[in-house]
């Protein structure tokens, strides 16, 4: 009698242990809540309500920190923000989930060129062609920024510009 008590309760306690498949889920298995709210986020985009969409974007990230078009549309955000740096590293942390995400490859790239870093831009631009082997619009798009910004911008490192000296005379100097 004792023995099967132990026995039924020992096969309670490992019944009731979670096993390794119910810890892990597929990459691309995204919980719905995260997906209802990425949803939202989109809609409040398309509204123009880019302040209601990070809240959103951010709720959907917190719900399931995978969900790569989340944290896309919240990379997208911060660049119509006016914020690339922002949009920079929010794209790595998508291609961290991917390396080969055309999206955020090019959307990286896109940033990196509005910030005017156009070399690590053309760089991107190359690692999304390796990625996209046909026509595609994100290359298409990239290219034309990568040229806009380099027309534009300029990314010069402060030990290149020498500092032109000041020269001012006084009236009690020339005395």
């Known amino acids: 009698m004792r023995v099967s008590f132990l026995a039924l309760s020992a096969g309670l306690i490992l019944a009731s242990l979670p096993v390794a498949s119910d810890a892990q889920r597929a990459d691309n298995d995204i919980l719905p809540a995260s997906v209802a709210l990425q949803k939202q986020g989109e809609a409040a985009q398309h509204q123009g309500n880019l302040d209601a969409a990070v809240d959103y974007y951010e709720s959907a990230l917190a719900a399931d920190p995978r969900n790569r078009s989340a944290i896309i549309a919240l990379a997208q955000v911060a660049r119509a923000q006016g914020l690339p740096g922002k949009a920079i ?14 999206t955020a490859l090019t959307g990286q790239g896109e940033a990196l060129a509005d910030k005017g ?49 000041a020269v001012t005379t006084t009236a009690s100097s020339q005395n």
Request: glycine share 4%; net charge negative.
């Open 89 to 102: 590293g929010l794209y790595r942390e998508a291609l961290l989930l991917e390396p080969n995400d055309l």
């Open 117 to 165: 870093a156009v070399e690590i831009a053309r760089e991107k631009l190359a690692d999304a062609q390796r990625v996209c082997r046909g026509e595609c619009p994100q290359v298409a798009a990239l290219e034309r920024a990568i040229s806009a910004a380099g027309e534009t911008k300029r990314v010069v490192a402060a030990d290149a510009v020498a500092p032109k000296p």
